[in-house]
C-alpha cells in the first residue's frame, strides 16, 4: 500500500475554532486512492488520485461541523 502525504503545501493543523488537528493522507489500495483524515473523516475511493486530493483539499477547506 502506498500513503501520499496531504498534497497541502501548507499543513492546518486546525481548523478555525476548532482544536481537532487535521492531517490529510492519501492511501492507494489496488487501483483505487482513498483519502482520510486524522479526526475520523475519509472520502469513498477513486480511480483518479487527483480527484482523492481534491477530496481531502475540500475537506481541509470545509468548516468545521458542529
Known sequence: MYTEPSA???PREEHE?????H??????????AHASCDCGWFAP???SRDRARRDAD???A???AA
Open 45 to 47: 475511493g477513486r480511480r
Open 62 to 64: 470545509a468548516p468545521e
Open 23 to 32: 492531517r490529510v493522507q492519501i492511501s492507494e489500495r489496488g487501483s483505487f
Open 8 to 10: 497541502q503545501a501548507d
Open 58 to 60: 475540500e475537506h481541509l
Open 17 to 21: 475554532g476548532g482544536s481537532t488537528p
